[in-house]
């Protein structure tokens, strides 16, 4: 593993462990160049995924991507960090065990769609905002009448 701060190539693990979860291993790293820490974590990776764009170009999924999709309508929300990371980590379960190697953009933004709706409405509402692309404010409000409706 090479050290962030200086680039040194060879770092030495000084700690493993598994996290909370159990879906990752974190290690604390030591450079033996500079003297830096830090920590990684290491994640179990069942098959390579392509996400397939609605345009019909192909990306790796980007399991990174994904959480800053989602942190960014959660911004501001009360949801602890780690629900946000099991989410996160059952949705990329749930993806990489379909049998696909090929993911459609579409069946991503559903998922998130339904977890966020699950976790936090408005943040539900907010990644909608922008998934759904609404291009009039009355299919919006529409959007927004149908998800109090559900409520009550």
């Known amino acids: ?50 996400v397939v764009k609605s345009t019909g170009s192909r990306e790796p999924f980007d399991r990174e991507k994904l959480m800053r999709s989602l942190s960014i309508a959660l911004r501001k929300r009360p949801v602890d960090p780690d629900r946000v990371e099991r989410m996160v980590n059952s ?5 990489e065990s379909s049998g696909e190697s090929e993911i459609q953009s579409r069946t991503i933004g559903e998922m998130s769609m339904k977890a966020l709706e699950a976790l936090d409405k408005v943040a539900y509402v ?13 299919a919006f409000t529409e959007f927004v009448g149908r998800l109090q409706l559900t409520a009550d």
């Open 1 to 50: 593993m090479r050290c962030p701060f200086c680039g040194h190539d060879d770092t030495q693990v000084k700690d493993s462990r598994p996290t909370e979860d159990n879906s990752a291993i974190r290690r604390r790293r030591s450079c033996p160049a500079c003297g830096a820490r830090f920590t990684t974590f290491e994640r179990i990776q069942l098959r390579e995924l392509t």
């Open 91 to 95: 949705m990329v379960r749930q993806l």
């Open 126 to 138: 907010r990644y909608a905002s922008v998934y759904r692309d609404f291009a009039e404010p009355n």
